[in-house]
């Protein structure tokens, strides 16, 4: 409760924001390698990998992503080591944008048409090789809207990392606020990076899905 | 590494667990229906010819899917109080998440809106039905049958986000545990329960709008499609 708003306050909000995007793309690296084992084993001709997968994204998309952080730091120091809260927002993110981005991609490759599935086994390919040449190249094309959309998603969780003492963002914006308390001023800013960040990117995720929407169109006259 | 879970200590919290259960439930259900009556006339606005509401209506909406909740549920809850309105924190809660699921809602409605053929709305206007019975019959009925999978699915996902009202101490699921792990140190039990329980809500809440489904769209029920 003393002092403006100053210079110092501002670097130490744009750090915090730095640790925002580095989370972020923590969470998609580590979310998308998970995420992408999750779509194939959902897919997979195992019922049983079929059936754990299922169960896995299930539990992750009917739990609020603050219980998982909770359960992230709080579980990693049950079974007695030593947590830092960059490893335990870390896991956690990876754990839930692995469930959602399992599932959205899972859609892409079945959404690949049927009779390019056949033409890969009338080819004789693996199913590894169906895969990789012909079903995946495909799918990422079909992916890449709704995964830029996501990345919105990411970002905007991130800041519920905030709740166990990452020094992100939004947790930044709470330490200036506990100096200054001026909270409508602060939160504003914060909301405005957050925009910043964020609306960029929802817009590529728009012109992605209206080009795509084009290049169908010319494929198939409606 | 030793793992040791105590889960009696912690259940025998069980009221707590319950009064916390249905506070979020109440705050999901006052959150869905007020949202969805602000996202359908946000939707209703971006579509108008006036271009000063539509471009409103568009700000509102970008604005909120661009931020977090966490961010927006601290904007209302310090915005109101620095305009001295004192509320509750329930109340301060189902506000901004229903400002927050409002703009999601909008979306989704939108997409419902343009999927109606134009055709369909040019014969309602050729059978003299009224600018009114147009907009219901023709226009919001269908396009809410044709987008019902969606916005349900906002909707779960709206009672799973309200857990963020724990943070302006909403006494909702969340809160509950954060204070009974305090209180008993069994923290990863505390939240496995938790988790649960989140899980068993968002079952009930899917069968609930399954079976909404049913009786709101029988022409759905007739045909067999699945909703």
């Not at chain 1, 299930?58 to 359960?71: A, N, R, S, W, Y």
């Not at chain 2, 271009?51 to 568009?58: E, R, T």
């Not at chain 2, 931020?67 to 329930?90: D, E, N, R």
Request: glycine share 8%.
């Amino acid at each position: 409760m003393g002092g403006h708003l100053n210079i110092n306050h501002l670097m130490f909000l744009g750090q915090g924001a730095l640790w925002t995007i580095g989370l972020s793309l923590i969470a998609l690296i580590g979310g998308g390698i998970v995420g992408f084992v999750i779509a194939l084993a959902r897919i997979s001709p195992l019922k049983s990998v079929r059936l754990a997968s299922a169960i896995y994204v299930q539990l992750i998309q009917g739990t609020p992503l603050l219980v998982i952080l909770f359960l992230g730091y709080f579980g990693i120091a049950a079974i007695g080591l030593k947590v830092s809260p960059l490893v335990a927002a870390g896991a956690s993110l990876t754990l839930y944008v692995a469930a959602y981005l399992g599932e959205i991609w899972r859609g892409c490759i079945q959404s690949v048409p049927k009779p390019q599935w056949e033409a890969a086994e009338g080819l004789a390919l693996s199913r590894t090789q169906r895969m990789v040449k012909v079903i995946l190249p495909q799918a990422i094309r079909i992916a890449t809207p709704p995964t830029v959309g996501f990345m919105v998603q990411i970002i905007k969780n991130t800041s519920l990392a905030s709740v166990v003492g990452f020094v992100e963002l939004m947790r930044s914006g709470q330490i200036v606020n506990n100096s200054l308390f001026e909270p409508f001023a602060i939160y504003a800013i914060i909301a405005v990076t957050y925009f910043a960040m964020c609306y960029p990117l929802s817009l590529f995720s728009q012109r992605l899905e209206r080009r795509m929407g084009r290049g169908r169109s010319n494929l198939a006259p409606a | 590494m030793s793992l040791q879970l105590d889960f009696p200590a912690v259940l025998e919290r069980w009221p707590s667990f319950l009064a916390g259960a249905v506070l979020t439930l109440e705050l999901a259900f006052f959150a869905t229906v007020l949202g969805a009556l602000l996202g359908t006339l946000a939707a209703v606005g971006r579509g108008t010819h006036n271009s000063l509401i539509a471009g409103a209506c568009k700000v509102y909406v970008e604005t909120i899917r661009n931020t977090p909740l966490l961010v927006q549920i601290f904007l209302v809850y310090f915005g109101l109080a620095s305009l001295g309105l004192k509320y509750s924190a329930f109340t301060v809660a189902v506000a901004a998440l229903t400002i927050n699921v409002g703009a999601y809602t909008a979306e989704i409605m939108r997409a419902g809106f343009e999927a109606i053929p134009r055709g369909q709305i040019e014969a309602a206007e050729g059978l003299a039905l009224s600018r009114f019975q147009i907009y219901w019959h023709i226009i919001l009925l269908p396009a809410v049958e044709k987008v019902y999978p969606a916005l349900t699915s906002q909707f779960v996902l709206l009672m799973l986000a309200s857990s963020v009202c724990s943070q302006i101490s909403a006494e909702e699921l969340t809160a509950v545990a954060n204070y009974i792990q305090s209180d008993t140190y069994r923290a990863f039990e505390t939240y496995i329960i938790v988790a649960v329980l989140y899980v068993i809500l968002s079952l009930v809440m899917r069968a609930g709008f399954w079976g909404l489904g049913l009786l709101l769209f029988p022409r759905r029920r007739r045909l067999g499609t699945p909703l």
